[in-house]
């Protein structure tokens, strides 16, 4: 069977319009992840670094924030994910989990964080959730980490999975690139195997063919969330900046922007300095 006949998940219209109610869960654990899956539903993902932005996403029904170390790149200026640190991390997670009531906070293990060793990793996971309050954590690389996630769920941190092009090992791929064409597609599917295996709920897949990604979904029983993976995993996840157009420069073809938020920043900033220039601001109601 073709992934275009499959169509495994069908909002309604109405359920895809619903905004959280007093039917929906108080608070999104990974059993409901689970059973969206179950059920042929569709959830989100956005990646938040803050409290303040966690808070409207959480509002606007967002089922799970992704405390990215694409903070590296959003938040901290640096030119790829590598150079975030764990104690950075964690204060970019404690101000999300701040700002979540209802959505499940994941956060990203940064590169040199876990690689070394099993006992790394379960430090590295346990570490996380002792100090900032996430909810599950997420680790780049497939089946020759399958030991790090068995060791990481049992010691009760539960673990994403996140394969294809994994931005971590940019200069092990040689770029950004599309991965899992072709015969690698089998390679992707049995690392997704090998994660849920070892106990992963959910896996991740980062610009891999649309078609690919399909196979993987419909091989996992966990759920699956897709960044440039197409429109049959359980889950999309995209980059708060690039979604809302305040990122400049050439987007990824993954991403679809929502807003244009930098235009709305630039001219109420520009609108701002002009009323402190000509004495505008601040008038007789905005003094004391
Ligand atoms: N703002 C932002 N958005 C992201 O999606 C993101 C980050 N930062 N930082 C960490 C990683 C890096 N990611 C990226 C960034 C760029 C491309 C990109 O330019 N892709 C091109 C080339 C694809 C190809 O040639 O195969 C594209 O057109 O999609 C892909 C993934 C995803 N993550
Ligand atoms: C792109 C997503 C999946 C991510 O890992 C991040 O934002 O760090
Ligand atoms: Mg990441």
Redesign the pocket.
Known sequence: MSSEQRAPYANSAAEADEAPSATTPAKIRTHHLAQAKAEGRRFSMLTAYDTLMAEVFDEAGVETLLV?D?AA??VMGHAT?LPITLDEMIVFAKSVVSGAKRALVVVDLPFGSYEASVEQAVTTGVRLMKESGVHAVKLEGGAYYADHVRALTAAGVPVIGHIG?T?QSEHALGG???QGRGDAAQALIEDALALEAAGAFCVLM??VPAAAAARVDEALSVPTIG??AGNATTGQV??W??LLGL?RGRL????KQYADLRSVVHDAVTAYRSDVASGAFPDTEHSF
């Open positions: 990215g694409s790149n959003n994910t092009f931005p950004y690139r599309v980062e610009m960044i440039g995209l980059v900046q690039d990122r990824p073809r993954f991403v």
